[in-house]
């Protein structure tokens, strides 16, 4: 029996980033309560600091999302510092605001607030034991879905892997398309096609059921439309809700499977590596990766190239042993046999061409 | 600020009405718990009843959804019934399982039991003072969208008009779409059509924004698949829950307007009355009504004629009145000079065509 836990509070509209604190009050009542705001670095740079405005006791901590993507080690560092700074009581509410990272960090911090030791002794599923502390998302990016998902993407010592947990869902979401707006083009873009990817996996996949499909569809179609029609910022931003919504019910596929050795051994982004892979599925996602170029091509986006040209044989063994961790997703993308369909040597063969 | 409510827990998938006590569990995990099971009277025929496992102390109360439509009469009877029968002690949820009357009237019930006085003062927009007893959905028709919408709809002495209240939305919903096989078809149609109508009237509507449109386009096509290509009941049921979904987001319209004059004087449930006045909306809705008849010629459906031919002069003026007091969805629909587009002329030339 599989619950599907979605985000009970939304405010969606544009300029209700004015509303932040309104927002908070209606899902964390308390008059006593204090927020830790977790911020990524670059809203020095868009304003979205200077309209922050955090309570006497409120706590903001900057994440530096463009620099690198969260580790295990970050969120207890983030963790142990907010302990120390209010040994009394724990914040009441975490707020993070920025992207997927930022996001997820938010999440991780709101778990390791509750839950005993390092946060990678919860990489992997359902390991979460103590619910967390009250958290709302505010997303200025739009493609990762985290504002929706119960996965918390972090890269420990050993391994890159989520904390998938109910207790990673958010209590809330504010939506405000306005934040969009001042993201560069090309990040804009990759995020984007986090997004159209995720959603085009999941539909290719066996794992997807009715609920997950109809949110994919809608997410996928919004995507298109903007990368390729009219860029409408409210319609993006609802299509990473749906996107991030469809997760718990369908799998990911090929694409991320490879796409977690790009990152974790060349140091890509997520949304990078994605694309980097992604354009080199035909093979798997026909039409979808064709619609993929068109996108491409409309926004002058051109790939890193001879991106594997350096990777040495021992690297390609731990990139084929990444992407066979995520089985389950690989089993919904080419069922029980994949390891003889998508052997060692074919996934050599695609990294080789990027 | 307008913050939307969605349904945090969701358990969905074929067979799974067989977890429904591990569901209710998982939402209230009191051990001392009872429920009170809202169950349509017609489920003695579908074998629902007996794969109902209720606890012992639990109270099963049928409510004869196809007679009627729920009266606030019938809510505060309900609600003192389980009062007097368990004074000591509130049950701890409430459980509805049937169509949108159904569902409706598990909604009112878990607000009137901690709300003082009888239903009818509550029929508006927020007046609801008392968080509700916690509350869950079993929907068995697919359409309405009561499992995820904040409308409560009920007949009052003096009008028909929802209880509109943060405190109507379902703690869970149960969505197996096994549960629909077993709906006579006119009732499947009319039902799905209900979807239907309110997710044109949305995206027709100047008060829908992107979150609502998403949902709508998403239950809209879905319905139209249903009806004109393949029944696939797990497409189905997820888009009443879409439908549903998008209603906090949108505004309904000219149909809704017109179809409660025909329901309140002339008795014709919900569905069935949206159909007879959709069919005459043409000049609205256009292709879409054309798309309906198609879905209607599809299923062999004949609509009653000469609805209004006994309707006096006195009855015109009544369902006018009705439908003006939609203001705010007829100016959605065609602006606030509503009035001189749609004169009480106009509307009853439309009355007599049906």
Redesign the interface.
């Known amino acids: 029996?599989?619950?599907?836990?979605?985000?009970?509070?939304?405010?969606?509209?544009r300029k209700?980033f004015n509303?932040l604190n309104?927002?908070i009050g209606?899902i964390c009542p308390s008059k006593k309560r204090y927020a830790v705001y977790i911020i990524d670095s670059i809203h020095q740079t868009t304003g979205l600091f200077e309209r922050l405005q955090p309570g006497k006791n409120d706590m903001v901590i900057e994440f530096n999302a463009s620099s690198k993507e969260p580790k295990t080690s970050d969120i207890d560092s983030i963790r142990d510092q907010i302990v120390k700074q209010k040994a009394a009581q724990l914040p009441h509410v975490v707020v993070g605001i920025g992207g997927g990272s930022t996001m997820d960090v938010a999440k991780a911090v709101s778990i390791m607030l509750t839950n005993k030791g390092s946060a990678e002794n919860y990489q992997g599923w359902d390991l979460v034991k103590n619910k967390a502390v009250t958290k709302i998302a505010v997303p200025t990016l739009a493609g990762t879905g985290a504002e929706a998902s119960r996965t918390t993407v972090l890269t420990g010592p050993v391994k890159k892997l989520g904390i998938n947990s109910d207790f990673s869902i958010f209590d809330?979401v504010l939506?405000d398309?306005d934040l969009l707006e001042t993201v560069p083009a090309e990040q804009e873009f990759y995020t984007g096609m986090d997004n159209f990817i995720h959603c085009v996996e999941a539909m290719n996949g066996s794992a997807i059921?009715?609920?997950g499909?109809?949110?994919a569809?809608?997410a996928k179609?919004?995507v298109e439309n903007f990368f390729l029609k009219e860029k409408?910022y409210?319609?993006l931003?609802?299509?990473s809700?749906?996107g991030g919504s469809s997760i718990a019910?369908s799998s990911v596929g090929i694409c991320h499977a490879l796409s977690y050795g790009i990152a974790f051994l060349l140091n890509y982004r997520h949304g990078i590596a994605n694309c980097i892979v992604f354009n080199q599925l035909e093979e798997y996602y026909g039409s979808d990766v064709v619609t993929f170029r068109k996108m491409m091509d409309n926004h002058g986006i051109k790939l890193p190239v001879n991106v594997t040209a350096d990777v040495t044989a021992e690297q390609f063994d731990t990139m084929i042993e990444l992407a066979y961790k995520l089985e389950k997703d690989l089993i919904s993308a080419l069922g029980p046999d994949f390891k003889n369909i998508l052997t060692p040597e074919k996934i050599i063969s695609i990294y080789k061409k990027m």
């Open positions: 029996m599989k619950i599907t836990r979605f985000i009970p509070k939304v405010l969606f509209g209700h509303d309104r927002f209606d809330g939506m398309p059921n009715a609920m499909k109809s949110f569809i809608q179609a919004a409408n409210e319609e931003i609802v299509s809700f749906f019910n």
